[in-house]
């Protein structure tokens, strides 16, 4: 999944593939711009890097910069940009999305291994479900099989030791496991919120991780590909189709709080972006429309927000340093 996602992002334009909520509209980054300026002022006073891990074409960013730089001017000042990101050809994307900002020079990173040290705010969006995953089948009387991917499809193979990862742990106390079973387990997921994680702790800040996925105890597979706007198999042609899996967020939530993270009940982005003001925005920007674009603002309202649409589906976790004050838009169990 890996290489095949590597392969993938390194030569193709994702975006006629899919579409993700920043290209929807708008509205979406001005919303996470809002939640930025809402949280800022908590943080040290120092500069602050404002890092983007996965961020596509770039919109998401040039849409927050472009609030931040009209509405707080001082703290578009203290923000350092970061944008972690593999792909040279969607660097250079990148690079042009953000040429409307040359006084806040970008600084591009391999992984988030590599993080400034400074007090940050982090964001992604669709970044985890991209991260490979392995897959594990349960067969009873604490046994486990492994997938492994074998010609076009998958084949099992018995596993002596099970990695590291909060979804065992709950699986088999509960015993809500049965025979056939699949779980799924993004350690590279889990790594990337540990060591975000950590650095929130260390340095100050903050960070949301916006990604389709679950926050319940839920078994099953996931994988699933899609190219050329349609769903595919996995396993033919690779690096032609984007993969991806359901995040797990009760998991990276776990990983998080066990790193000492503040972690408010994971949100479900309808809501996130509802708390925000999204309605308000949407009518501002329809007040000044003609009739095709207020139909067009409209739908993407509908889009981001609706349950039927990306309003449920889609998640919202935040780690925050233990001092912060409560987060906007989350609530807390
Ligand atoms: N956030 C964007 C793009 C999502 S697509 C949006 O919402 O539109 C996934 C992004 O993650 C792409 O930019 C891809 O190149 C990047 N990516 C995928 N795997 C990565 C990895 N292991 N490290 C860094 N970036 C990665």
């Not at 995040?247 to 708390?275: H, N, S, W, Y």
Request: net charge negative.
């Amino acid at each position: 999944m890996a290489a095949a996602n590597a392969a993938y992002y390194a030569k193709k334009d994702p975006f006629a593939d899919f579409i993700t909520a920043p290209e929807i509209s708008q509205m979406f980054g001005e919303m996470l711009a809002v939640w930025i300026l809402n949280v800022m002022p908590a943080l040290p006073e120092s500069p602050v890097a404002l890092v983007e891990a996965g961020p596509g074409r770039g919109t998401l960013m040039a849409d927050i910069l472009r609030v931040i730089q009209r509405t707080a001017p001082d703290l578009y000042q203290r923000c350092n940009l970061y944008l972690v990101e593999t792909s040279p050809r969607l660097r250079a994307v990148q690079k042009t999305a953000l040429q409307a900002y040359p006084d806040r020079p970008v600084q591009w990173l391999d992984s988030v291994s590599d993080l400034p040290e400074m007090p940050m705010i982090f964001i992604a969006n669709e970044f985890l479900d991209a991260l490979p995953v392995r897959q594990f089948v349960y067969k009873g009387k604490e046994e486990w099989a492994e997938h492994y991917v074998y010609q076009a499809g998958m084949i099992e193979k018995p596993v002596q030791s099970l990695p590291a990862a909060p979804i065992f742990n709950r699986q088999i106390t509960e015993g809500k496991i049965a025979a056939g079973d699949i779980v799924e387990v993004c350690e590279v997921g889990q790594v990337v919120i540990e060591q975000v994680t950590r650095h929130l702790c260390h340095y100050g800040g903050v960070a949301l991780f916006i990604d389709y996925g679950y926050a319940q105890n839920l078994c099953g597979d996931t994988l699933q590909a899609i190219a050329n706007r349609q769903k595919t198999s996995p396993f033919v042609a690779m690096g032609e189709a984007d993969l991806t899996t359901h995040v797990d967020f009760l998991a990276m939530r776990e990983v998080a709080l066990k790193q000492g993270g503040q972690v408010p009940a994971i949100q479900t982005q309808g809501e996130f972006l509802k708390q925000l003001g999204i309605i308000l925005r949407a009518n501002r920007l329809m007040a000044q429309a003609n009739a095709a674009d207020q139909q067009e603002i409209a739908q993407a309202l509908r889009r981001l927000t609706d349950p039927q649409e990306m309003g449920t589906l889609f998640k919202v976790m935040a780690i925050a340093h233990p001092a912060m004050p409560p987060l906007p838009a989350f609530d807390y169990v």
